[in-house]
Structures are given as C-alpha cells and as structure tokens.
C-alpha cells in the first residue's frame, strides 16, 4: 500500500520560508509524477506545483511562480516544496499526492489524475 507522508509546515511571518517534504512508502517512487496542492480555509483545494519523474520537468501555478521550487530525491523516496517569499494569501493545508499514469506532459494539474495523497501539512503565514 502506497503511503505518503508530508512534514515541514509551521507557522512563519510574510516574507519567510519553510521546505515542505513528503515521503512515499510502499511504492515504486521513481515511476510517480508527484503533485504538491493546497486547500486554504473556505476554499477548495488547488493545484501548486508538479514535477516528472526524473524532475526533469517541473509546472507551477501561476501565484507561486518564482517564489516556489518543486525538487525530488528518488534516492530517498522523497519529495520537496521549497517556498519562499511566503505571503498571508499562501496560509493552506498542503498535500503531497502521486501520479502512477504516464502522461506526455510528464507531470499533470487535475487533482482527479492522481491516485494516491498525503493527510497534509498546515502552514500558516502570518502578515
């Protein structure tokens, strides 16, 4: 059974980091594209970011472009959010996910695509 367990979250200011990880178990980790979403207070849950899986190719959505960088180490099973520049607006319940299904764009955006999903990480940013 695939299990995906994030780590990291806390509570930081605006302007501060913090490095989402998310580690896989009981899986083949290098054959998932992985997908890093979030879900703030009365909101649904959204897409962030998306790497392949050699990392060679990375997607972000558009409000985290240049403040967040998707990584993987298929050594260790593991996959990382780094963010920075954190802003109020970026306050969410992150989840790690993995995509099993081999797609020509190597990395997929819809939440339906994705098969298996972590419990979540809280991080808050406060202004």
């Known amino acids: 059974q695939v299990q995906l367990v994030e780590s990291g979250g806390g509570s930081v200011q605006a302007g501060g980091s913090l490095r989402l990880s998310c580690a896989v178990s009981g899986g083949t980790f290098n054959i998932y594209s992985m997908g890093w979403f979030r879900q703030a207070p009365g909101k649904e849950r959204e897409y962030v970011a998306a790497?392949?899986?050699?990392?060679?190719?990375?997607d972000y959505t558009d409000s985290v472009k240049g403040r967040f960088t998707i990584s993987r180490d298929n050594a260790k099973n593991t996959v990382y959010l780094q963010m920075n520049s954190l802003e109020p607006e970026d306050t969410a319940v992150y989840y790690c996910?993995?995509?099993?299904?081999?797609?020509?764009?190597?990395?997929?955006?819809?939440?339906?695509?994705?098969?298996?999903w972590g419990q979540g990480t809280q991080v808050t940013v406060s202004s």
């Open positions: 790497i392949s899986t050699s990392g060679g190719t990375t």
């Open positions: 996910a993995a995509d099993r299904t081999y797609r020509s764009a190597h990395f997929s955006r819809p939440q339906d695509e994705y098969e298996y």
